[in-house]
């Protein structure tokens, strides 16, 4: 088994667990226009990247407002009650184990890189990371572009790279950097989504030591 020496994290979903504050976020948002609200298992099946199409399976319409103004409603509720989410306990417990060998680690995510690094620093653990790689805008739409730009920085053979991702765009995000990957089933995407298209789920501890080959 190849050994890591890179880890690219994912951020939400994957290392903060912030699923219910975007299921109730998004329901506050459809009550307020009178339509359906959804379930985390909705939720979990329709989410998608770019995010505006999960914004169009959730039931707005674009004919009635635009998907910027609808980005900026829903960006400025999480801002305010990011705060209320906590970090995913399997990445606080594995962080000494990952130090102790030298493992080095980055962020790939679709979320805005001013918002990012504000959290990261909230939770006192920017420092864990060698790059922090966001996007310019809060419109989520790709982060596949960025992943290849950060591959390049990372001064490691992409064989000895693992892209720990919730989301069907982390296969994408992985692929187009031609690294290997790991999913969570933390809450983003269901798990019958991700089995869709791939067997490399993560489910326990066990597994996460495996696939980094620690």
């Known amino acids: 088994m190849k050994q890591i020496k890179h880890i690219i994290w994912d951020w939400n979903g994957t290392i903060l667990d912030d699923t219910k504050l975007c299921v109730d976020i998004i329901n506050s948002m459809l009550t307020k226009r009178n339509k359906s609200t959804i379930t985390e298992k909705i939720y979990s099946d329709i989410f998608d990247f770019p995010v505006k199409k999960y914004y169009q399976k959730a039931g707005f319409e674009f004919q009635k407002e635009s998907f910027e103004n609808l980005s900026m409603e829903y960006m400025s509720i999480y801002e305010k009650r990011k705060y209320e989410c906590n970090l995913h306990s399997y990445f606080l417990n594995i962080q000494p184990l990952i130090k102790s060998k030298g493992i080095k680690q980055s962020i790939l995510s679709a979320y805005a890189e001013e918002y990012l690094i504000d959290i990261l620093s909230y939770f006192s653990i920017l420092d864990n990371f060698i ?17 290849i730009k950060l591959i390049e920085k990372i001064n490691v053979p992409k064989k000895n790279c693992i892209f720990i991702g919730d989301t069907i765009h982390d296969i994408d ?12 089933p933390s809450g983003h995407n269901s798990m019958q989504r991700l089995k869709s298209r791939t067997d490399k789920i993560i489910r326990n501890f066990t597994d996460i030591y495996q696939r980094l080959s620690i």
Not at 173 to 184: D, G, H
């Open 131 to 147: 790059y922090v790689s966001g996007l310019k805008h809060i419109l989520a739409d790709s982060k596949i572009d960025n992943g």
């Open 173 to 184: 995000a992985a692929e187009a950097m031609k690294i290997e990957y790991c999913l969570l």
